[in-house]
Structures are given as C-alpha cells and as structure tokens.
C-alpha cells in the first residue's frame, strides 16, 4: 500500500524564521510530488509541485526533493502569521496512475 | 466563473432524506474528483472520473453515488446516510496525466447528518 507519511505536529516557530516541513512516501517510483496548504475551514491550495530531484523556489517557498532517500521537504522562509495552516504533501505514484495519495498534514504555528 | 464552485455550501439533512451535492470546474480539467475530509483524519478519497468515466472506486458505501454527467459536472447523490457521513466533501479537477496531482479543490460542502 501507497503511504505518505508527515508528523502531524504542530510545527511551532517565530515569525520570520524559517519553517522546515518533511514528508516522507514509500512509493520509490513516485514522479510528481505536490504541497497544499489548507487554512482551518478552508479548502487545500496547491503551493508547489516538484517533479525531479533537487530544489525547487518560489518565493519564500522552497520545494526539495530526495528520491534516492524518498522524501520530499517544504521549507518557508521569513514565516509569518499568515502562513499558520496544515501543509499537506501529496505523492502521484509510478506506473501511469495520476491520482494522488496525500499525507495527513503538518500543522503549522507562527506565533508573532 | 472560475475556478471550482461547489453547491450546497452547507447541508444538513436527516437519515431517510435523500440530497446531492453539485460541482463544477471552469478550468478545462478532463478528471475530477470527491474527497471526504473528516476532523483530525486525511483526505480520503472516494471516487474519480476521468473524461467521464469512473476510474477509482475506494470502497465507499452504495449510499453515496457518483454522476459525471460532462467533464465540468459532477454530482454526489446521497441517501439514507448515517450520523458518521458528516464531514466536509471536497471536489476537485486537474488535468490528467503527469500533470494529474496538481488538483484544484472547490470550497467544500459540510453535511451534518442528523
């Protein structure tokens, strides 16, 4: 069976600093790999998608990717209050499929 | 309109009732799909569609039943649902493929099952 893991948390850190969120998939044939952030009473957002091995920015976000060890990290630089929310790492599996399996989330607090 | 609308917001409805839950996608996604998202629990999925036909089917009891009538359009029929059926139901599209996991999620339709 397909499993994302996450530690559920909650990941509290300062405003500002920098915010470090790990997943890990069993999968080892896995392309495609995707953050969502969901705010309490909201819907997931994609955030990021990360497709090959290495470092991926996008503004304060930065998406990393191991395949060789199979984890996949989010980090969020200069974290701010707003950025308080579950991240959700979602893994799309090999052999054709495209539908996602999605981790229980990383609750995240940044307390000013 | 863009984006993912879903319809009703929020429902409630007792067990002998029977209710559908509406989505539709503006973004020319050819898959879509329903979630169930339950308090302190991840997202389990419940049914795909990809150009029309029904491609995952984890399961889920015959009280809830799919309907893709097009590619922008997809229902969920409930009946007879039981008091642990209450949850928010995410609808989702995305393009299929590679590209496949980078879905776009609906605002969600909480049901409270009485």
């Known amino acids: 069976q397909k499993e994302v893991e996450q530690n559920s948390g909650p990941l509290s850190v300062p405003e500002g600093a920098i915010a470090s969120l790990n997943c890990t998939y069993s999968d080892r044939g896995s392309q495609s790999f995707f953050w969502y952030r969901q705010y309490s009473g909201k819907s997931p957002e994609l955030i990021m998608s990360i497709y090959s091995n290495g470092d991926k920015e996008d503004g304060r976000f930065t998406a990393q990717l191991n395949k060789a060890s199979q984890y996949v990290s989010l980090l969020i630089r200069d974290s701010q209050p707003s950025d308080s929310a579950t991240y959700l790492c979602?893994?799309?599996?090999?052999?054709?499929?495209?539908?996602?399996?999605f981790g229980r989330g990383t609750s995240l607090i940044v307390h000013p | 309109e863009t984006g993912v609308t879903q319809t009703p917001r929020h429902l409630v409805m007792g067990m002998t009732n029977k209710k559908s839950l509406k989505c539709e996608q503006h973004l020319g996604h050819n898959a879509m799909y329903w979630y169930k998202q339950s308090a302190k629990k991840p997202l389990e999925l419940m049914f795909v569609?990809?150009?029309?036909?029904?491609?995952e089917n984890n399961s889920v009891p015959s009280r809830f039943s799919p309907e893709c009538p097009n590619s922008s359009h997809l229902f969920l029929h409930l009946h007879t649902l039981q008091p642990e059926d209450s949850a928010l139901y995410l609808c989702a599209s995305s393009l299929s493929g590679q590209l496949g996991g980078e879905l776009f999620f609906g605002e969600g339709s909480r049901l409270t099952v009485l």
């Open positions: 979602a893994v799309s599996p090999s052999g054709g499929s495209y539908i996602p399996t």
């Open positions: 569609y990809s150009l029309e036909e029904r491609v």
